[in-house]
């Protein structure tokens, strides 16, 4: 399971790795995946987020390249964006609040360019229609 873990391209959801796992001979049982998972967020291996409908997902862990998340209220899409200036200051916010952090990320959720973009394109054809 962490080979296929590893050899995933930025997020993966359960049912996904459960897919892959099993086309490569290997059945295991959702149970399963999900205490693995567990385990492995609770080690620090993975990081769990979530989508705006709630879904989880889950990326590889790299704790000297931090990650926030940009999610998509519309698609449901998840961008990675690596800044390690916001996690410092996510991380002096925190002790400010007499907190002592491990480590930061944020999960900014919006409209992404391509769902955007789309608006735009619909609104111009419908607006094109609408002239009197």
Do not use: W
Request: with cysteine; glycine share 12%; net charge positive.
């Amino acid at each position: 399971m962490l080979e296929a873990i590893s050899q995933a391209q930025g997020h993966f959801d359960a049912e996904t790795l459960r897919l892959r796992l099993k086309g490569q001979g290997r059945r295991l049982s959702r149970a399963t995946i999900y205490r693995t998972l567990a385990l492995l967020e609770g080690s620090g291996i993975v990081r769990r987020g979530q989508t705006a409908a709630g879904s989880s997902f889950y990326k590889v862990a790299r704790p000297d390249d931090p990650r926030h998340d940009l999610v998509c209220r519309r698609c449901g899409g998840v961008q990675d964006v690596p800044d390690a200036a916001v996690s410092r200051g996510l991380m002096e916010l925190a002790r400010r609040a007499g907190f002592e952090p491990d480590e930061a990320s944020a999960r900014i959720q919006g409209i992404c360019a391509r769902c955007r973009a789309a608006r735009r394109r619909h609104g111009s054809q419908s607006g094109g229609n609408q002239k009197q």
